[in-house]
């Protein structure tokens, strides 16, 4: 158990677990990319350059709010 704190409700200890991004090319999880959303001449998302950091989402078994922390650089 954990000692992360729901910023909802206050309990302690939130369930860990994960957000899945299943669109095309997808690694199987969700990142958060540093800067301002810029897009591309295409309308992609421009991404080139700049951190990635993986996306962890904990759960909070009393009220079910979820908790997303970008703590790991990919």
């Known amino acids: 158990m954990n000692d992360f704190k729901c910023t909802q ?14 669109g095309q090319s997808s690694q199987g999880y969700l990142r958060w990319i540093a800067g301002a959303l ?10 080139i350059g ?5 996306v962890d989402a904990y759960r909070c078994p009393r009220c079910a709010h979820l908790e997303l922390f970008a703590a790991q650089e990919i």
């Open 50 to 54: 700049r951190q990635r950091w993986q």
């Open 9 to 22: 409700c206050g309990e302690v200890g939130l369930e860990p677990g994960f957000v899945e991004d299943a």
């Open 38 to 47: 810029e897009r591309g001449p295409f309308g992609g998302a421009k991404r």
